[in-house]
């Protein structure tokens, strides 16, 4: 079974920047999507960026085009998105997620679709202030 483990969350003033990192470990990791979704209180989860990690396809939501960015490490285990020009409106917590097959082609992975994936990890906090 995968698990998934998130680090690098903080408090940060507007306009800065933290990188988050989703240590991912289990039977398979390989060619799959790798999400990062995030959920502010009294709101829906609501997907960030994905990665497919058979290649290097990355994928955004258009709130996050141009501030962050989703890459991998080159022993494929780890997943980062760094955040950059944070807002108020980013604080939330955030999630890295996988799902439990990989998927029929890279582009699935722009759904950003949280139903489509089904480990996910504890969560890291990011509190950006005015």
């Known amino acids: 079974q995968e698990q998934l483990v998130e680090s690098g969350g903080g408090s940060v003033q507007a306009g800065g920047s933290l990188r988050l990192s989703c240590k991912v470990s289990?039977?398979?990791?390989?060619?799959?999507?790798v999400g990062w979704f995030r959920q502010a209180p009294g709101k829906e989860r609501q997907g960030v960026a994905a990665?497919?990690?058979?290649?290097?396809?990355?994928y955004y939501a258009d709130f996050a085009k141009g501030r962050f960015t989703v890459s991998q490490d080159d022993t494929k285990t780890t997943v980062y998105l760094q955040m950059d020009s944070l807002e108020s409106s980013d604080t939330a917590m955030y999630y890295c997620?996988?799902?439990?097959?990989?998927?029929?082609?890279?582009?699935?992975?722009?759904?950003?679709?949280?139903?489509?994936?089904?480990?996910w990890g504890q969560g890291t906090q990011v509190t950006v202030s005015p």
């Open positions: 997620a996988t799902a439990s097959r990989p998927p029929p082609s890279d582009a699935y992975c722009s759904r950003l679709d949280r139903y489509d994936y089904n480990y």
């Open positions: 289990g039977y398979g990791y390989g060619v799959n999507c």
């Open positions: 990665i497919y990690t058979g290649g290097t396809s990355t």
